[in-house]
C-alpha cells in the first residue's frame, strides 16, 4: 500500500511564506501526476497545482504567480512553496500522488491526509 505524508502546515502572517512537503512511500514502481488540492471550512475541496513525472506544471488561478509546485523523483516528493500568503489561502491542503504499484499495471491516485495552512495577522 502506499502512504502519503504531508508537512510543513502551520500558522502564518498575510504575506508570509510557507512551503509544503507531501511524501509517498510504500511498494511504488513509478508515480506520474502530482499535486495539491485545498479545502477551506464550508468550501468544496479546489485544485491548486500539479506538476507530471516530466516536471510540467499546472497552477488555479487564484494562486499563479505566488505558489510554486515542484518535486524530487529520488525522493518519491512533491512540495509547493507559498509565498505572498492572503486570507482566503487558509485551507487544509492535500497531496496527491498517481502511483503504480508493483505487480499492477494501473495508475491509483493516493491522496495524503491533509495539513493546515492557516494565515492570520
Known amino acids: 500500500q502506499v502512504q502519503l505524508v504531508e508537512s510543513g502546515g502551520g500558522l502564518v502572517q498575510p504575506g508570509g511564506s510557507l512551503r509544503l512537503s507531501c511524501a509517498a512511500s510504500g511498494s511504488i514502481f513509478s508515480i506520474n501526476d502530482m499535486g495539491w488540492y485545498r479545502q477551506a471550512p464550508g468550501k468544496e475541496r479546489e485544485f491548486v497545482a500539479a506538476?507530471?513525472?516530466?516536471?510540467?506544471?499546472n497552477y488555479a488561478d487564484s494562486v499563479k504567480g505566488r505558489f510554486t509546485i515542484s518535486r524530487d523523483n529520488a525522493k518519491n516528493t512533491v512540495y509547493l512553496q507559498m509565498n505572498s500568503l492572503k486570507f482566503e489561502d487558509t485551507a487544509v491542503y492535500y497531496c496527491?500522488?498517481?502511483?503504480?504499484?508493483?505487480?499492477?499495471?494501473?495508475?491509483?491516485?493516493?491522496w495524503g491526509q491533509g495539513t493546515q495552512v492557516t494565515v492570520s495577522s
Open positions: 506538476i507530471t513525472s516530466g516536471g510540467i506544471t
Open positions: 496527491y500522488a498517481e502511483v503504480l504499484l508493483r505487480f499492477i499495471s494501473r495508475f491509483d491516485r493516493n
